[in-house]
């Protein structure tokens, strides 16, 4: 897979309206700029995205692209869920959607603590695999504990988490733990939501619809989903020092995924777009220079006097 793929949440719900031929011009410019993976899940835009992704598929069959999807939020988070009739008809339904009779990568999506515990869970991922509906499974998690637990599983092929430089967590133990077990590691809310893209003030306003606006202090989900957890005033202003690390001729955005890219263990980054020139900007940090020592000590600066106290030993 690329070391830059495409999230594609914005493309079902949550991010405010985008129109279909949009969505389809957004997956076509990122296969255009060498995007190889597309990560989404049963639940944005209760299949929307998914069938989009499908659509795409079989317009563009010469696009050779790994999609890895998501199950588990479309009913309660209730770990008695998890069980091998349950995952066949979900995973049919995401076979039918993307247009496939065998899904790339299946993720448990941020399920309840004890499924990753559970042989049980583990063995009917196993039999999916044994079945062909799925080539590999994975895990998405909110937690280090949580990814650390899914990597000592014998079948995870992925742990998809939470990295970027106003999450920095997982360098500790997770991404060592996950390159030394093969495990592959997608990172996901690579810009805080938008945050280290700089763009954003204290007076800018989001859609009623889009997650940044009503899920502030985890009202709809988990909290670290949005902004990263960060309280969004302190975001802002931290974001407007990262910017300044960017070295020239990249933008803060590149420059957070470029940061990305560069932490050993991790296989790709999956930022969102919402228009062709995002998705094109996003693929073109996996040709920028490796940044410096200097600027990265100076995230790690930033992280340990602005951010840590407010999400390092939450998740």
């Not at 499908?54 to 939020?73: H, I, N, Y």
């Not at 302190?234 to 590149?254: D, R, W």
Request: hydrophobic share 45%; glycine share 8%; proline share 5%.
């Amino acid at each position: 897979m690329s070391v830059v793929g495409l999230g594609t949440w914005q493309l079902g719900a949550d991010w405010g309206e985008v129109e279909e031929e949009d969505a389809l011009a957004v997956l076509d410019a990122a296969v255009a700029a060498g995007v190889t993976f597309f990560d989404t899940a049963d639940v944005y835009g209760d299949g929307r995205s998914e069938r989009l992704i499908g659509r795409f598929r079989k317009e563009r069959p010469d696009s050779q692209v790994l999609v890895a999807t998501k199950m588990g939020r479309r009913v309660a988070l209730d770990p008695a869920l998890y069980t091998l009739e349950n995952f066949r008809a979900w995973t049919d339904r995401s076979r039918v959607n993307l247009g496939v009779d065998r899904l790339d990568l299946v993720q448990l999506h941020c399920p309840p603590t004890p499924v990753y515990s559970s042989d049980a869970v583990f063995d009917a991922l196993d039999a999916l695999v044994e079945e062909e509906r799925i080539a590999a499974y994975g895990v998405s998690v909110e937690t280090c504990d949580e990814a650390l637990t899914a990597i000592a599983r014998p079948g995870t092929a992925s742990v998809q988490i939470i990295l970027n430089p106003f999450r920095l967590k997982p360098l500790e133990a997770v991404l060592p733990a996950a390159e030394a077990a093969g495990v592959g590691i997608i990172a996901r809310v690579p810009l805080a939501s938008g945050l280290l893209s700089g763009k954003y003030t204290k007076d800018t306003a989001f859609a009623e619809n889009d997650h940044r606006n009503y899920n502030r202090h985890g009202e709809a989900f988990d909290q670290g989903e949005t902004f990263s957890g960060v309280d969004y005033a302190t975001g802002v202003e931290a974001a407007v020092e990262f910017a300044s690390l960017a070295p020239e001729g990249a933008t803060p955005a590149q420059t957070a995924l470029r940061w990305l890219i560069q932490q050993p263990g991790v296989s790709t980054v999956i930022p969102g777009a919402r228009n062709p020139e995002q998705a094109r900007a996003n693929a073109a940090a996996a040709d920028l220079a490796p940044l410096s020592e200097s600027t990265l000590a100076a995230v790690r600066d930033l992280y340990d006097a602005k951010i840590r106290a407010q999400v390092h030993d939450r998740w």
